[in-house]
């Protein structure tokens, strides 16, 4: 908008005043035509109006009027307190919006938000009210188009969360979550038929409650993330908690597996696909070696890792969530039950079958002693082997070199 414009404009609003003040209504109905926000608008409401600086002034008018503060008749000025629609033209530069002068609780509630936190350490990149809600366009959560909304929500946060100069900027943690997020069940599921039942970020961070991971009271502590996850998973749930490892953790042994050590936080996949069942070996092999590593001698752990999830994987045998001490007779791999758990995929085993050691080491004389006699009998046959051989080149290369060089008592005829 050019000077002169703006004059033309001041002028015309100086008109309308003085005629709306000569038909003066009586003070019950304050909102006496021309009202506040038809003023401010006269000057803001053009699409390409812009400040001094460049930067853009517009409001878009309608899209107001139809936002929460619109539909409660809010002023312009309720916000823009420092103002007055009397006392036209403005100063250049205004002080921002405070929140608080109407949403007091909730601007308590984010200055202890990890966001809240971060601004006034300062870090200006971390969100704030408008960040998440917006400016002029504030919607209720409900309403289908509002940033907060359900299915909105994810495009919210991933503004920042998912855009990689943001996210070097404002030194966010974990990278790019976004698009972790948005291949996995949860992303997929927000975009289906489930969309009202899967989560989207603040079902598992919480909103104004929002903590970093490090706080013990955060949803998404390490002792926190079963109950967060079994919100909505309650037989996995249940059937965790019943499980050596929930019990660990319930003893607050937090060395145990929770929900995420084993599906991830933001990158859950659909359990029956191959990448996740062959990786979840993997991550019961983070803390158990040695099990991955027998497992791996066998017919079914090298089969797996070549990346096929046909043969049995761990939790094949032991269970995802119900895993027990094998000298658990309800575990699934106890004395009682184990000959079942073969017999789910080798439909003919006998007794005999099921005897055999999935996890045979052949470092443990104890438990696998035929193994551990024929493990032994194969190296001190391989080093007999390589000992005679090399014996044997060693001898050969001395008689070539007397050869050779003549000192043999063999003279070529
Ligand atoms: C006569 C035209 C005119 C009217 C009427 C007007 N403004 Fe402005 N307003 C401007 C211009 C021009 C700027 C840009 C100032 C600059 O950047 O130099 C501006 C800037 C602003 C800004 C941004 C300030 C900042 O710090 O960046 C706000 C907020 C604002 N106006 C609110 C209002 C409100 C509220 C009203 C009604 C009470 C109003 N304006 C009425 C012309 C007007
Ligand atoms: C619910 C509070 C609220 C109301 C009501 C409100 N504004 Fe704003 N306005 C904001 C916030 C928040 C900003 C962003 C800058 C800041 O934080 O101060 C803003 C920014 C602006 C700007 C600067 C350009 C921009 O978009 O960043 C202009 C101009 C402006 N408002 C004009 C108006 C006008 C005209 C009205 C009335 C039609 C109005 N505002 C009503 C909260 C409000
Ligand atoms: C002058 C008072 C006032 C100011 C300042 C104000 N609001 Fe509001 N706000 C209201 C009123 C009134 C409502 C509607 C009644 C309600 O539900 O609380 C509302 C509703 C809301 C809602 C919807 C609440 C719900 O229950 O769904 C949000 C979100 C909101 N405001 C955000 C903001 C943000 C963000 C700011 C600062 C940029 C702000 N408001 C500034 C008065 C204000
Ligand atoms: C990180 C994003 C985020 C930030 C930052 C944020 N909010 Fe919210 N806010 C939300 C979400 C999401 C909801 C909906 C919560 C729900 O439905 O449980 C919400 C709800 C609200 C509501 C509705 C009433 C209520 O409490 O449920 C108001 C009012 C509100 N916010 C105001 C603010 C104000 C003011 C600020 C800044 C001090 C702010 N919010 C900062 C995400 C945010
Ligand atoms: C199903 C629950 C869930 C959902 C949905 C979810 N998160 Fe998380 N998020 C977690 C858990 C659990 C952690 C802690 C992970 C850990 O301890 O490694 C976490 C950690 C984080 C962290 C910190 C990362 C770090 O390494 O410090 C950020 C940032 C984050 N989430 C943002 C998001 C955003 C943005 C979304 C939405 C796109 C989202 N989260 C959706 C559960 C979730
Ligand atoms: C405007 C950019 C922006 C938006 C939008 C945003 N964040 Fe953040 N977020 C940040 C920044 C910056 C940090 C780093 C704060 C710090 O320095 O501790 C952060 C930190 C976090 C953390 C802390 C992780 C930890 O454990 O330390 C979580 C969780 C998080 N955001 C989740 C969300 C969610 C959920 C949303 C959407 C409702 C969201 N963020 C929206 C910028 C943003
Ligand atoms: C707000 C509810 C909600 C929360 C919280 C939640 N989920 Fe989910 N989750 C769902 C829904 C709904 C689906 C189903 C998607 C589908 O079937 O298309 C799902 C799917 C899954 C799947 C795939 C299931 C399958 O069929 O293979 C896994 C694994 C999973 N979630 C793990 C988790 C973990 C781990 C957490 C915690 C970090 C968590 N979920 C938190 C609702 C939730
Ligand atoms: C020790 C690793 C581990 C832990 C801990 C774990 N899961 Fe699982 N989860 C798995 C495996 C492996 C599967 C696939 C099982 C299968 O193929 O039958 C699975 C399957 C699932 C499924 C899909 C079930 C189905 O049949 O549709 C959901 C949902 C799920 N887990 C949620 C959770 C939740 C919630 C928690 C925490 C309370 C959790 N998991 C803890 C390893 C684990
Ligand atoms: C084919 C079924 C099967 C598979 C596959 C399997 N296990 Fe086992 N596992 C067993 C049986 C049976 C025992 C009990 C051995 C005994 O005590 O005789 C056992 C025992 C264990 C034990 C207890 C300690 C021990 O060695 O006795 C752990 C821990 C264990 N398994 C972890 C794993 C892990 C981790 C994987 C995957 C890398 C895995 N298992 C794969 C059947 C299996
Ligand atoms: C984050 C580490 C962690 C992960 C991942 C993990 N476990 Fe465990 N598990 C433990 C701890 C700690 C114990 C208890 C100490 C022990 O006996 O080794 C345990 C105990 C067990 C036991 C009982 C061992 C016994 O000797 O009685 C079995 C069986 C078992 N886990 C199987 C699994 C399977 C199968 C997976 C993958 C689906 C898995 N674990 C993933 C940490 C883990
Ligand atoms: C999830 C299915 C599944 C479970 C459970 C399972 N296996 Fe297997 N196992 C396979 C498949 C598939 C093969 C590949 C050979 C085949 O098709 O028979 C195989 C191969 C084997 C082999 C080598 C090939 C052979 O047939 O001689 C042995 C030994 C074996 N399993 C033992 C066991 C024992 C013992 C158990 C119970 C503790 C068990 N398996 C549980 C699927 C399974």
Same mark, same amino acid.
């Given at each position: 908008?050019?000077?002169?414009?703006?004059?033309?404009?001041?002028?015309?609003?100086?008109?309308?005043?003085?005629?709306? %003040?000569?038909?003066?209504?009586?003070?019950?109905?304050?909102?006496?035509?021309?009202?506040?926000?038809?003023?401010?608008?006269?000057?803001?409401?053009?699409?390409?109006?812009?400040?001094?600086?460049?930067?853009?002034?517009?409001?878009?008018?309608?899209?107001?009027?139809? %936002?929460?503060?619109?539909?409660?008749?809010?002023?312009?000025?309720?916000? +823009?307190?420092?103002?007055?629609?009397?006392?036209?033209?403005?100063?250049?530069?205004?002080?921002?919006?405070?929140?608080?002068?109407?949403?007091?609780?909730?601007?308590?509630?984010?200055?202890?938000?990890?966001?809240?936190?971060?601004?006034?350490?300062?870090?200006?990149?971390?969100?704030?009210?408008?960040?998440? +809600?917006?400016?002029?366009?504030?919607?209720?959560?409900?309403?289908?188009?509002?940033?907060?909304?359900?299915?909105?929500?994810?495009?919210?946060?991933?503004?920042?969360?998912?855009?990689?100069?943001?996210?070097?900027?404002?030194?966010?943690?974990?990278?790019?979550?976004?698009?972790?997020?948005?291949?996995? /069940?949860?992303?997929?599921?927000?975009?289906?038929?489930?969309?009202?039942?899967?989560?989207?970020?603040?079902?598992?961070?919480?909103? #104004?409650?929002?903590?970093?991971?490090?706080?013990?009271?955060?949803?998404?502590?390490?002792?926190?993330?079963?109950?967060?996850?079994?919100?909505?998973?309650?037989?996995?749930?249940?059937?965790?908690?019943?499980?050596? #490892?929930?019990?660990?953790?319930?003893?607050?042994?937090?060395?145990?597996?929770?929900?995420?050590?084993?599906?991830?936080?933001?990158?859950?996949?659909?359990?029956?696909?191959?990448?996740?069942?062959?990786?979840? /070996?993997?991550?019961?092999?983070?803390?158990?070696?040695?099990?991955?590593?027998?497992?791996?001698?066998?017919?079914?752990?090298?089969?797996?890792?070549?990346?096929?999830?046909?043969?049995?994987?761990?939790?094949?045998?032991?269970?995802?969530?119900?895993?027990?001490?094998?000298?658990?007779?309800? %575990?699934?791999?106890?004395?009682?039950?184990?000959?079942?758990?073969?017999?789910?995929?080798?439909?003919?085993?006998?007794?005999?079958?099921?005897?055999?050691?999935?996890?045979?080491?052949? +470092?443990?004389?104890?438990?696998?002693?035929?193994?551990?006699?024929?493990?032994?009998?194969?190296?001190?046959?391989?080093?007999?082997?390589?000992?005679?051989?090399?014996?044997?080149?060693?001898?050969?290369?001395?008689?070539?070199?007397?050869?050779?060089?003549?000192?043999?008592?063999?003279?070529?005829?």
């Amino acid at each position: 908008m050019t000077t002169a414009t703006m004059l033309r404009t001041f002028c015309a609003l100086v008109c309308i005043g003085l005629a709306a %003040s000569a038909h003066a209504k009586p003070a019950a109905t304050p909102a006496a035509a021309p009202n506040v926000n038809e003023t401010c608008l006269a000057c803001h409401a053009a699409a390409d109006a812009k400040g001094t600086a460049g930067k853009s002034i517009a409001v878009d008018g309608p899209k107001f009027t139809t %936002s929460v503060h619109g539909e409660f008749n809010l002023k312009c000025t309720d916000c +823009h307190t420092d103002v007055a629609a009397d006392k036209i033209p403005h100063a250049e530069t205004l002080k921002p919006v405070n929140c608080a002068n109407c949403h007091d609780a909730a601007v308590k509630e984010y200055s202890t938000t990890v966001h809240g936190i971060a601004r006034k350490g300062g870090n200006n990149v971390a969100a704030t009210c408008t960040d998440c +809600h917006g400016t002029h366009d504030i919607l209720r959560s409900k309403s289908a188009e509002s940033r907060t909304n359900h299915v909105n929500l994810e495009a919210t946060c991933v503004r920042c969360h998912g855009d990689k100069i943001t996210i070097a900027k404002g030194k966010l943690p974990g990278g790019d979550i976004g698009s972790e997020f948005h291949d996995s /069940i949860h992303g997929k599921a927000l975009r289906g038929a489930a969309k009202m039942s899967a989560p989207e970020c603040t079902d598992c961070h919480g909103a #104004h409650n929002m903590l970093p991971k490090s706080d013990p009271r955060s949803k998404v502590a390490r002792a926190n993330i079963p109950d967060t996850c079994g919100s909505c998973h309650q037989p996995e749930f249940k059937a965790y908690t019943n499980g050596m #490892h929930g019990k660990m953790r319930q003893q607050g042994v937090l060395a145990a597996p929770g929900c995420t050590d084993c599906h991830s936080a933001h990158a859950i996949q659909q359990h029956e696909a191959a990448a996740f069942q062959t990786g979840a /070996i993997n991550e019961c092999g983070t803390c158990h070696h040695e099990s991955l590593s027998t497992y791996r001698d066998t017919f079914h752990g090298q089969v797996t890792a070549l990346g096929y999830a046909r043969t049995a994987t761990c939790a094949s045998c032991h269970g995802a969530h119900d895993v027990l001490p094998p000298t658990n007779p309800a %575990s699934k791999v106890s004395k009682q039950n184990r000959l079942a758990t073969c017999q789910q995929c080798h439909a003919g085993a006998s007794a005999n079958f099921a005897s055999f050691d999935p996890h045979a080491s052949r +470092h443990e004389r104890e438990r696998n002693p035929a193994y551990w006699y024929a493990a032994k009998f194969m190296e001190y046959l391989l080093i007999g082997v390589f000992a005679f051989f090399g014996i044997h080149t060693a001898f050969w290369l001395y008689r070539s070199l007397r050869v050779k060089f003549g000192g043999g008592d063999r003279k070529e005829p």
